[in-house]
């Protein structure tokens, strides 16, 4: 599958500003479009997690719109904002898992959003789900660890299981904020080329923040920079040169593009 011209997020004058007066977004305007995979990459407290979090509303942005599939999740409520949300899955640095919970009841969660919570408490799956769950396994490579607690796998097979967990929501969009920060060399590319994988042969839109830019451009198709706040940088890969990266990574306030 390839990338279309169908906006799955945009940003519209988008500016978060923290209770404490830090300044985390400003004005940012950002499409992605569907299919893309891209990496935001800037220096520690540029700005990259709450752009990330702002996408799926985990805070509220202080001004602008931010849309998903032509759909303002900022001004949306209720049933309308869950109905959202269940269209993008994440995966943190922290993998997020119920580490004493089994793989399988793990990767179950990802359909939270659609089961009323007495169904939830009472693990009422339907099988339909129970199917959704373990193929999510096993694009991940790790249907044989369906029962295994989730504590007893390593960092990188815990990665996979967040990563089977949102692929089991069913969403349009994966938002990984720093999902390697936590991992070796080898088992980062393992990450890396199941959500590359994802997104070629699901069409899932990827959205990552990442430290390395190594991995960001071995990755991403489109490179967005961010500093202090604001886009410096937004471009295809190729057009990300050392000195484009040298100037998101400077400590400079000159625009780069
Ligand atoms: P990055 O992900 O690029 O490291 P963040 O988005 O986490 O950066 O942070 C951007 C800025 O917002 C930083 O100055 C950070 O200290 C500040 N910030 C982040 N979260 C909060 C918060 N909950 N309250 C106040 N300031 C915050």
């Known amino acids: 599958m390839s990338e279309s011209n169908h906006p799955v997020i945009e940003f519209d004058h988008v500016s978060k500003i923290y209770p404490n007066g830090v300044v985390g977004l400003k004005d940012i305007d950002l499409t992605i479009n569907q299919g893309e995979f891209v990496v935001v990459v800037g220096l520690s407290g540029a700005g990259k997690s709450t752009l990330m979090r702002a996408i799926n509303r985990l805070h509220d942005i ?6 998903i599939d032509g759909i303002s999740i900022t001004k949306a409520k209720g049933k309308k904002l869950l109905n959202i949300r269940r269209k993008i899955g994440m995966i943190f640095q922290s993998f997020n898992l119920v580490n004493r919970s089994s793989v399988l009841k793990n990767v179950l969660t990802g359909r939270v959003g659609y089961y009323p919570t007495w169904k939830m408490v009472l693990g009422l799956f339907s099988a339909e789900d129970k199917q959704r769950a373990y193929d999510a396994l096993r694009t991940v490579e790790l249907e044989d660890k369906v029962y295994t607690r989730a504590d007893q796998l390593s960092g990188g097979q815990q990665q996979r299981v967040a990563i089977a967990r949102a692929l089991t929501q069913t969403p349009t ?3 990984a904020d720093e999902p390697i920060a936590s991992l070796d060399p080898q088992t980062t590319k393992r990450v890396m ?65």
């Open 62 to 67: 202080s001004e602008g719109d931010v849309r």
């Open 173 to 175: 969009i994966i938002l």
């Open 193 to 257: 080329d199941d959500l590359r994988r994802i997104n070629q042969e699901m069409g899932i839109t990827v959205v990552a923040n990442l430290h390395s830019v190594e991995v960001a451009q071995a990755y991403a198709t489109r490179i967005i920079g961010i500093r202090a706040g604001q886009k410096v940088f937004d471009g295809p890969v190729t057009e990300a040169t050392d000195e484009i990266i040298a100037s998101i990574y400077s400590g400079n306030e000159q625009e780069v593009s």
